[in-house]
């Protein structure tokens, strides 16, 4: 009886990422995603800049391109990644959105994984049910961007420091350093993770010299992995940072016209270059004349602007009607003019998400109140969620934390023990 149990739970959990993998692979074919280099802008303009710097990787080699300034442009790896699948096929863009469609599916499986740990099995599938068939996660998986790679290294990242928590295992603690330090030179919003984790923890846990020893073995291999693009950006360009970009997101984010949001939900143009100009906004001297102007409009709005930083976390985790229905103000408008079948989609997800975030962020609550900041999975959450959230613009920025969240809701309905 037990062995059948175990073996329906492999079983469901084998279905539902099937079934993820077949979603998106549908999505994929039923959506013009370009195959070709020269239409990257005209679907997600960012797919260009991380395929622009895997070419200068091809064009210079490795080095050449670590030491040319176009380095600087987007936090490394998902470009290295991007290079190691290019040279597999003759169809390089499509065969990488094949392959992130697969990556994204498979993340499912840590999300599981901690779900388990932390809870249960009900709880297990039903947070990755969520993950498999919520369309922005979907939307996001057949494509260039650092989604599908960073998510896997954030899941990833979250059970291996449950487990180094957990067992206080030398090699758990390496390896959460190692994976978080990729999560990083995927995504660089993960940069102060280590840290943040480090003064919560080091809190809870002073008195055990073990994991003490552990939390700095997790920072050392952290600094291995990140540390060497840090020391080469200040070296070669006098930058102390792993890209640049953090002054285009400043700037949307202080914009008054669309209170911080992404300007074209709210029929606005980015209209960097009218400031960067002859630069672009991720070359140096673009990215710090794009901070200049975000400083002022910080001063000169700062009390509207505190006020989008505290509504932006709800509307990088649940959207807002101008990201749902885009490029339609409402549901009114997408209903007339897409039909009845794509309105009522829309509006299953956005409800779909909400109760996700209410009823995980209550249970996440709950178990603050209950336990203290001890656990990694509710730091992170915490970090995501409150520390970087306020300062970006875009809904996918949100994305990967909405994961960690479902495994909290669905812990509402379904927990049978407490969170450790």
Known sequence: MFFKYKMNNKFMLFAIILLAITVRFIYFLTTPFPLTPDKLLSFYPDENVYYGNYLLIVQKGFIGALLDQQSLWTAPLNSIYIYLLAGITSKPILFIRLVNILIASVSIIYLYKIAVKMFNVK??????????????????SPTLLTEPLYILFLLMSGYYLLLATENNNYKHYILSGVIIGLATLTRSTYLLVPFFLVFFLFIHFRK??????????????FMIMVGPFFL??????????????????LFL?????????EPPY??????????????????????????????????????????????????????????????????????????????LFKITNMFLVIFVVIFGWYEILVSIFRKGFRNPITLIIIYHTLVMLPFLTNHRYGLPI????????????FKEKKVN
């Open 253 to 261: 984010g202080s914009r008054a016209d669309t209170e911080g949001d």
């Open 208 to 221: 055990n010299r073990k994991m003490i020893n552990g939390f700095i073995i997790m920072l050392g291999m």
């Open 266 to 343: 709210r029929g606005k143009g980015y209209d960097t270059y009218e400031i960067t100009t002859p630069y672009q906004h991720l070359e140096s001297e673009g990215d710090d004349k794009l901070k200049k102007v975000a400083i002022d409009n910080i001063k000169n709005h700062f009390p509207s602007y505190m006020y989008w930083n505290i509504k932006k976390i709800g509307r990088l985790l649940v959207g807002n009607n101008y990201y749902w229905f885009f490029p339609f103000n409402d549901v009114s408008g997408y209903y007339h003019n897409l039909g009845l079948t794509k309105a």
């Open 232 to 249: 080469k950006n200040l070296v070669m360009f006098d930058r102390l940072t792993l890209n640049n970009g953090s002054g285009a997101v």
């Open 123 to 140: 709880v297990a599938l039903f947070s990755s049910l969520f993950m498999a068939v919520y369309f922005p996660l979907i939307e996001i």
């Open 402 to 413: 909405i994961c960690f969240i479902s495994i909290f809701c669905a812990s509402h309905f």
